[in-house]
């Protein structure tokens, strides 16, 4: 739908930028410093949302899209919020990388976790969540179910001893796993208008397609 990126913009245009500009900010400021400006980059672009009314203006769909800026306002500005989460997740990965004890592992995992959530909490209260726009309450709810599940696995390793085979598989075969989920994402886009789609029947066509990615 156009209200999603935009008339021109992309999913892989997002992937691009994210990929560029994280990149570039991780050479500019050091992996141990790409937290800081994350975060505050996301803080400043929550400042403009609200303060100087670009929710509104990027979630208008009666305004008239004259200018190519106007045609693709959702896909780059959710790009802020994008690059923000994957610094963000860029220095949680640097930290887990430097822990070498498992136990201390699922320690600062579930607390990491705990905080997200309850920081994502409290900000939903005040901020709506938009995925569409990328906000600071989407990006925190993000990286609190990253780290949520991250701490689930590490978990389930250290007390059964024991490894996720599904998380294996994904990782060894990253590329097909998302060239499938995107078809799959496709076909479903193509054959029901989402839009219109009421809760539970969201969530039971979530729940079939993460069985079909997985299973196959």
């Given at each position: 739908h156009v209200s999603e990126y935009g008339v021109h913009w992309n999913f892989f245009l997002t992937l691009s930028a994210v990929i560029l500009f994280g990149n570039v900010a991780i050479r500019l400021f050091g992996v141990k410093n790409v937290g800081w400006v994350g975060g505050l980059v996301l803080i400043g672009y929550e400042v403009l949302l609200n303060k100087f009314n670009w929710f509104t203006i990027l979630t208008d769909n009666q305004s008239v899209?004259?200018?190519?800026?106007?045609?693709?306002?959702?896909?780059?500005?959710?790009?802020?919020?994008?690059?923000?989460?994957?610094?963000?997740?860029?220095?949680?990965?640097?930290?887990?990388?430097?822990v070498n004890n498992e136990r201390k592992l699922c320690r600062f995992l579930i607390t990491l976790s705990v905080v997200l959530y309850t920081t994502y909490n409290i900000l939903s209260v005040y901020l709506p969540v938009s995925r569409r726009v990328a906000n600071l309450s989407y990006s925190v709810w993000v990286l609190a179910l990253c780290t949520g599940h991250l701490s689930a696995f590490a978990l389930l390793h250290v007390h059964n001893n024991c490894r996720s085979t599904v998380l294996d598989a994904i990782n060894k075969h990253q590329l097909v796993v998302f060239l499938l989920a995107n078809v799959v994402t496709g076909v479903i886009?193509?054959?029901?208008?989402?839009?219109?789609?009421?809760?539970?029947?969201?969530?039971?066509?979530?729940?079939?397609?993460?069985?079909?990615?997985?299973?196959?």
């Open positions: 899209r004259r200018t190519l800026l106007e045609k693709n306002k959702e896909g780059l500005a959710s790009c802020i919020g994008y690059i923000s989460i994957f610094l963000l997740a860029t220095r949680i990965g640097f930290g887990i990388i430097a886009n193509k054959t029901i208008y989402t839009l219109l789609i009421r809760d539970a029947m969201a969530m039971a066509i979530i729940f079939i397609y993460a069985l079909v990615v997985v299973g196959l």
